[in-house]
């Protein structure tokens, strides 16, 4: 059987073997011999060394280096060739094993010679035992000694066979892990990146700190420790609302995310709730038709403010129906069955005359308010009056700018009738009768006027739709708001029969005595009076009502 020896050591031929194998070993330890070699074992039973390398390296670190790699008997490189893929993790393992365990040639030198002396301690200690006893002979001594010795030296030797198989082993074990981690096996599984640079790299991806991303065994371990985490559902993130500023409408964000600052610290949204708007009230008119009370749209017929919104988004009116086959009926009489073709053209005229119309349907319902606060006496009906009334003149301006500007702008109104209305707007004064019925005359005046622009442009695109149609009679489709009947003019007041109030009054009580009770009352309706001159212009009425 060939054996490898080690130099430095003439009896590592003995490695793996037992006490019986090389009996020559305890005579010549017993006798006080050094242990013979292998070649002095030939000699000694007469035969020749077959099959057996003698080693005598200069080189001995290196070569102990590669046994040691190599293993007893072989080693791990002679393990089974069948071994398929597991083999080539062999090496790798090896080397692993060899990084972690293997002794410096200082460190081995060192264990040889503390295990020889040990040997020599324990040989000459059993043979002064032994020679101390009655009747022993130095012989019988050294024999039972370089037994003793022997076979303290032979479990060495298999404790270090036991050592290597067990390196073996490990080896093994070390190769199947290597080559289990390096194989794609089972479903993939989730992780959170952590270095998303280093991921997208490897796979192309465009991840974010924290994406998920499923990964295979050999694809996770292509990536440097620290690169992914377990995967964690992320945690759900609250969220609020924030309203805008503008219009109360409400948007969705992170609380305390990017949106979430972003948002506040433009102004244009906050974390109040704004106050809930309510209903417009209406109520009904004397024609039983119901008209909003409050809100934009006051005055106005509900069923106006209906259509006119359903035309700006192009949508069919009341009364009107789509069939399936995309024709179009209405509950108007006279009105036919339209094609889609055709309702094309009623939606675009109608939403020609909802734009061109637009001041006139505010002026109208802004004659309506003008006519109830004229009819209504008192500071009240003055205030109502002089707003509406800056309203009409300007529409589009009081929305942008206020009712005293609209009023002050206007050309056709004199400087004391401006004062008169701006006063009663600040809460300075009353309108004097001859303004408000001034104004009311005036209301009426411009009511006419845009009514009649309004039925002009109405009638236009009626002809219009008729050349398109075909048909004159379709044109009540384009009637989609109310139009109220001119007022007669003879219900236009006349201002000559009113009082003239004085404007250049000056407060006398001598004057003021002398006055009746309808001059009183104008005096006190229409003039800046202090506390005390109220009271006695209240006192003098008072006084000339009891005498009557």
Sequence with gaps: MPHQTKPGDPVSYSYGHNLGDYPEIAQEIAKGNKPPSLADIAKMRGQTLQGTTIVDTKDADSFINQQNQIGVSGGINQLNPNLGTLGQYIPQAQNIYSALFTKTPE????????????????????????????????????????????SMYIKQVNAERARKDAEKKGVVGLASQLMAKDQSSGAPKPYNVLNPAIVNRQF??????????????????????????DFAEPKQ??????????????????EFGEDYNNE????????????????????????????????????????????????????????????????????????K????????????????????????RDIQSGYQKIKKFYETKGSIGDYGLAVQFAKLIDPGSVAREGEVAAVQRSGSLSDRIKADIINTINGMGNLPPRTRAGIYNRAIEIFNTERSKAVDIITKFKGFLASDLQDDKQGARLEFFTVEDEVPLSQLVDISKLREIDRNFVFNEEKVKKMNVQELTDIVSF??????????????????????
């Design 527 to 548: 003039q800046n009076l202090t506390v005390p001159q109220l009271k006695f212009i209240q006192s003098l009425i008072d006084k000339k009502k009891a005498n009557k």
């Design 107 to 150: 460190e081995q030198e060192r264990e040889d010679r503390i295990n020889t002396g040990m040997m020599m301690l324990n040989f000459f200690t059993k043979f002064g035992a032994e020679s101390s006893k009655p009747g022993a002979t130095a012989l019988g001594a050294a024999n039972v000694a370089g037994a003793d010795t022997a």
């Design 204 to 229: 192309g991806t465009n991840l974010k700190v924290n994406d998920k991303i499923s990964l295979t065994a050999k694809q996770f371990n292509q990536l440097p420790v620290g690169t992914v985490t």
């Design 337 to 360: 069955r339209l094609t889609k073709v055709e309702m094309g053209y009623v939606k675009g005229y109608r939403a020609e005359i909802e734009k061109l119309t637009k001041d006139f």
């Design 237 to 254: 993130q609250k969220q609020i609302p924030i309203y805008q500023v503008s219009d109360g409408k409400v948007k969705m964000v992170v």
């Design 264 to 335: 506040l610290s433009s102004g244009k949204y906050t974390t109040v709730k704004p106050a809930e708007k309510k209903a417009p009230t209406t109520y009904e008119d004397d024609f039983g038709q119901r008209r909003f009370l409050t809100g934009p749209n006051e005055g106005q017929l509900v069923s106006d403010v209906i259509n006119s919104k359903k035309v700006e988004n192009n949508e069919n009116i009341d009364g009107e129906i789509e069939n399936e086959d995309e024709t179009v009926t209405t509950n108007k009489p006279k009105l």
